[in-house]
Antibody, heavy 120, light 109 residues
Framework: EVQLVQSGAEVKKPGESLKISCKGS????????IGWVRQMPGKGLEWMGI????????RYSPSFQGQVTISADKSISTAYLQWSSLKASDTAMYYC?????????????WGQGTLVTVSS | QSVLTQPPSVSAAPGQKVTISCSGS????????VSWYQQLPGTAPKLLIY???KRPSGIPDRFSGSKSGTSATLGITGLQTGDEADYYC??????????FGGGTKLTVL
């Protein structure tokens, strides 16, 4: 069974750093892309970027380029999303999801989401 | 402001049919596949349709997708109260970066 399990909710202060994780199981982790999606409170889905754990090819959406870092450790089938200096506007639910082919298939399996709250 | 335009809300009675539109441009929908996602309240999104009109295993055939030019449509027949959710279209831009529509809230009256 394909599963993506994300790390737990986080409460942080502005300016702090954070790294959240997404662990894949039940499939070949290095053969699929992992995408990250933001959902701010009461808002829609926003595509942040994707990574191919097989070779770490990473692609960011323009709105998130330079704001976050996406990485992966294929040895433990885990992808990461990190911030070096959080802002209150980073408060959101973050989802990871699996993607078979860029430009074609959709995000077919999703993690349960990680709620990030940034508040002083 | 989302790149893809969806109606904010649609509604229909149980058992009826509803369609949700997703309008884009030649730099996204016009030259790429479209996917559709269902997000039930308080849960993660779920893939309903991929490659314009294909259903993943386990998705009932009450859900259908189509694409024409720079627009796509999600159709849901035999509406059930359990279909009340937010629905999002998604595709790719000319740089093969993913984009989503703003979402449509479906109310089953």
């Amino acid at each position: 069974e394909v599963q993506l399990v994300q790390s737990g909710a986080e409460v942080k202060k502005p300016g702090e750093s954070l790294k959240i994780s997404c662990k894949g199981s039940g499939y070949s982790f290095t053969s699929y892309w992992i995408g990250w999606v933001r959902q701010m409170p009461g808002k829609g889905l926003e595509w942040m970027g994707i990574i191919y754990p097989g070779d770490s090819d990473t692609r960011y959406s323009p709105s998130f380029q330079g704001q976050v870092t996406i990485s992966a450790d294929k040895s433990i089938s885990t992808a990461y999303l990190q911030w070096s200096s959080l802002k209150a506007s980073d408060t959101a639910m973050y989802y990871c999801a699996r993607l078979e082919e860029v430009g074609a298939t959709g995000l077919d399996y999703w993690g349960q989401g990680t709620l990030v709250t940034v508040s002083s | 402001q989302s790149v893809l335009t969806q109606p904010p809300s649609v509604s229909a009675a149980p058992g009826q049919k509803v369609t949700i539109s997703c309008s884009g441009s030649s730099s996204n929908i016009g030259n790429n596949y479209v996917s559709w996602y269902q997000q039930l309240p308080g849960t993660a999104p779920k893939l309903l349709i991929y490659e314009n009109n294909k259903r993943p295993s386990g998705i009932p055939d009450r859900f259908s997708g189509s694409k024409s030019g720079t627009s796509a449509t999600l159709g849901i027949t035999g509406l059930q109260t359990g279909d009340e959710a937010d629905y999002y279209c998604g595709t790719w831009d000319s740089s093969l970066r993913g984009v989503f529509g703003g979402g449509t809230k479906l109310t089953v009256l």
